[in-house]
């Protein structure tokens, strides 16, 4: 026999058939815990259960002793009257600890979990003894040669120096005594000092000109003043040739008036050159 599997706790009158069937399986009244956990019902349901077992049943199972006077049993209609049944509610009665056995706990297992990858530590790089690395051939930078320039600047300067001076003259420089009282002897040719300005100046602005390091505002100036000085000393060639290929003696006087210039123009190119430099030098230190 099992215990009624309804949620709802059934009424006493139709438990009291199979209350008097266990208990008389058992031989013995049971006890109100028992009957409780049997029966899932509360403890007042349990005490009238039991208490229609108080009056003791004609099977000797039950009894003791000197058989006691048979009653008959109680019978669902006579119950009726004394047991008030119970609203049936939704909520199960409350069981108290004592009563009621624990629920077993669950306890999970503990869960192995994997140790953690150690994190990669990269390995040493692998070192292979090779032999000495074979030093690669150094290529030997071409040597230029410069004494095919000093031929070719020891041209140009013949000519350019004659030039110059032919010029100076026929534009009226010519021998002076620079220290008259001093040194009477001594006697200058003004006629040079034209191909020593002009061609010194523009060998000079065009070193400053391809020098690394310099800066942009004395590059600039190099450039300009070199490419200047080179035009003019072209004119200038150019003047000289043409008057004396026309026999001329004594140079117009606009050609006399600017190459009498010519020396205080180079003097200024030259010294505003210098102190550009100087001032990057000056700047780096």
């Not at 099992?2 to 009244?29: I, K, N």
């Not at 690669?136 to 071409?142: F, L």
Request: net charge negative; with cysteine.
């Amino acid at each position: 026999m099992t215990a009624p599997t309804s949620v709802y706790p059934p009424a006493v009158a139709a438990m009291v058939d199979d209350f008097t069937a266990w208990a008389a399986e058992l031989g013995t009244a049971p006890s109100r815990n028992a009957t409780m956990k049997r029966f899932r019902i509360g403890d007042e349901k349990a005490k009238a259960l039991l208490a229609t077992l108080a009056a003791p049943a004609p099977d000797e199972r039950l009894t003791s002793g000197p058989a006691p006077q048979q009653q008959p049993e109680p019978t669902d209609t006579d119950l009726e009257p004394e047991i008030t049944p119970e609203p049936i509610t939704v909520e199960p009665s409350p069981l108290t600890a004592v009563d009621v056995a624990p629920e077993p706990k669950i306890t999970a297992a503990p869960v192995e979990r994997p140790a953690a990858d150690p994190i990669p530590v990269a390995a040493p790089p692998l070192t292979i003894p090779v032999s000495a690395p074979v030093p690669a051939p150094v290529r030997r930078k071409p040597q230029i040669r410069t004494w095919p320039i000093l031929v070719v600047g020891l041209g140009a300067f013949i000519a350019i120096w004659a030039g110059w001076v032919e010029l100076g003259r026929l534009t009226g420089f010519g021998v002076v005594h620079p220290l008259p009282g001093i040194w009477d002897s001594f006697k200058i040719d003004t006629a040079i000092t034209l191909p020593l300005g002009m061609d010194a100046y523009a060998a000079f602005a065009l070193k400053v000109w391809f020098t690394p390091g310099i800066s942009a505002r004395a590059r600039r100036f190099a450039r300009w003043s070199t490419i200047v000085s080179l035009l003019v000393g072209m004119c200038g060639q150019v003047a000289y040739h043409l008057m004396e290929a026309q026999g001329i003696s004594t140079a117009p006087w606009q050609i006399t008036t600017a190459v009498s210039c010519l020396p205080v123009i180079v003097l200024g190119l030259a010294s505003g050159l210098v102190h550009l430099v100087r001032a990057d030098q000056e700047a780096e230190q």
